[in-house]
C-alpha cells in the first residue's frame, strides 16, 4: 500500500485530517508535542482576509516589493499603478492658441526714446541734481510710489506684515512700538544724510541729532560705495508726466559703470537675496520709469540698484538689476499703478 492509501485510511479512521494528526502523534509518544494550533489552514470557520481584494489590480504593486530589493518598475507602469488606484490625472487646460497676455491699460516705456544715455565724464563732473518735491495748497493730488505700493500690498505680505506689528505690539505695547518705529525713521533719515556727505565729499560727524549712531551702517556699506561714482543727483523727486506719480529717489550714480537709481535701505535681517527686499524692485523701476519721463532730467537710466545696510557692520547686500530685469519689474509696477487707479476711481464714485 502507498503512503497516500495509508494516509487517507487513516484519515477516514480518525474522521479527519485534525483528528488524524492528533492519533499519530498519540501512537508515537517518542514525537514531543510542543503546541497544538486550532487554527490551522483546514479550519473552515477562519475565513481568508484577502479574499475580496482584486489580486489583479495589486499583483504588479506586489511583484516589484517581494521580488527584489530595487524596484524594476519603470516611469511607465508607475504611472499605469497610479491610474489604476487613484484613477485618471487631471490635468490643466491649456492655454489656448492665440489667446493674448494681459497687459497694462496705461501701458508706458520704461525708456524715453527722446533721451540718451550721457555716461561721459563731463556729465559726471557736473554738481548733482536736486529736485524738491513739490506739494502744496492749489496743487492736484498725485500719489507718491510708496503710497500706491502701500495701498496694492498684496494680501500674503499684508499678513506676514501685520503679523509682525502685533508680536512687536505684544512685547513692546503699543507706547514702545511707536518709539521703536519712530527710532527706525529717524535712523534712516540719518543714514540718508551722512550717505549724501560722503558722496559729495564731505565730512560725516559720528553721531547726528538725538544720538542716533550710524557708523555701523556706514561701516556695513564701504564696499559699495568704493564702485560708485559719477553722481548725478541726490534725495531728488521725480514726476512721472502721462502716469501721474511721484517719488523722492537717493540716489542717481554709476555702480561699477553701469548709471543706476540706487535705493539704500537698512534692516535689522539679512536680506542676500533679492526677493527678500519684497517691493523695493518696484518702486526701485517706478523712479527709472518716472525719471525718464521727466523733462527735469536730461540722461537715461536703464539700471538700479538696491543696497541693505546692516547696523552691526557685516558687509551689505548690493541687489543690481540690469535692463531686463527692470523692464519686468516695471510691468509688474504698472498693474499695481492701474490697481490703485481702480480702487480710486471706485472710491471716488461711491463718495
Request: proline fraction near 5%.
Amino acid at each position: 500500500m502507498t503512503f497516500f492509501q495509508q494516509l487517507m485510511t487513516h484519515t477516514v479512521q480518525y474522521g479527519g485530517p485534525r483528528r488524524l494528526i492528533t492519533g499519530l502523534l498519540q501512537q508515537d509518544r517518542s514525537v514531543p508535542v510542543v503546541c497544538l494550533s486550532t487554527s490551522c489552514f483546514w479550519n473552515t470557520r477562519n475565513k481568508n482576509l484577502y479574499g475580496c481584494v482584486d489580486q489583479e489590480k495589486y499583483s504588479s504593486l506586489v511583484r516589484s516589493v517581494v521580488s527584489s530589493k530595487v524596484s524594476s518598475q519603470t516611469p511607465t507602469s508607475l504611472a499605469e499603478e497610479d491610474r489604476k488606484l487613484y484613477g485618471p490625472v487631471i490635468r490643466s487646460k491649456p492655454v489656448a492658441e492665440g489667446s493674448v497676455p494681459r497687459v497694462p491699460k496705461n501701458a508706458a516705456p520704461l525708456l524715453n526714446p527722446g533721451k540718451v544715455l550721457d555716461q561721459t565724464q563731463e556729465a559726471a563732473l557736473k554738481a548733482p541734481l536736486r529736485f524738491a518735491l513739490q506739494r502744496g495748497q492749489g496743487r492736484s493730488y498725485i500719489p507718491s510710489v510708496t503710497r500706491i505700493l502701500q495701498q496694492t500690498m498684496p494680501l500674503e505680505q499684508a499678513f506676514y506684515l501685520e503679523r509682525w506689528r502685533k508680536k512687536m505690539i505684544a512685547e513692546l505695547g503699543e507706547e514702545g512700538f511707536s518709539q521703536y518705529t519712530a527710532n527706525l525713521f529717524k535712523q534712516g533719515k540719518v543714514f540718508h544724510v551722512a550717505l549724501e556727505a560722503i558722496l559729495k565729499s564731505a565730512e560725516v560727524a559720528e553721531q547726528e541729532e538725538g544720538g542716533v549712531d550710524v557708523c555701523g551702517y556706514i561701516q556695513s556699506v564701504q564696499h559699495v560705495l568704493a564702485d560708485v561714482g559719477g553722481v548725478r543727483a541726490i534725495e531728488s523727486a521725480v514726476n512721472h508726466q502721462s502716469l501721474s506719480y511721484v517719488g523722492l529717489v537717493d540716489c542717481v550714480a554709476e555702480y561699477r559703470g553701469k548709471l543706476c537709481i540706487i535705493d539704500w535701505k537698512t534692516s535689522e535681517k539679512p536680506k542676500p537675496l533679492l526677493r527678500n527686499t519684497f517691493d523695493n524692485p518696484l518702486q526701485v523701476a517706478a523712479y527709472i520709469g518716472a525719471m525718464n519721463s521727466d523733462d527735469n532730467y536730461g540722461f537715461l537710466v536703464e539700471n538700479g540698484l538696491i543696497v541693505v545696510a546692516y547696523k552691526d557692520g557685516s558687509p551689505a547686500h548690493p541687489h543690481f538689476m540690469d535692463p531686463d530685469l527692470c523692464l519686468e519689474y516695471w510691468n509688474k509696477w504698472l498693474f499695481r499703478l492701474e490697481e490703485y487707479m481702480d480702487r480710486k476711481g471706485r472710491k471716488d464714485n461711491a463718495g
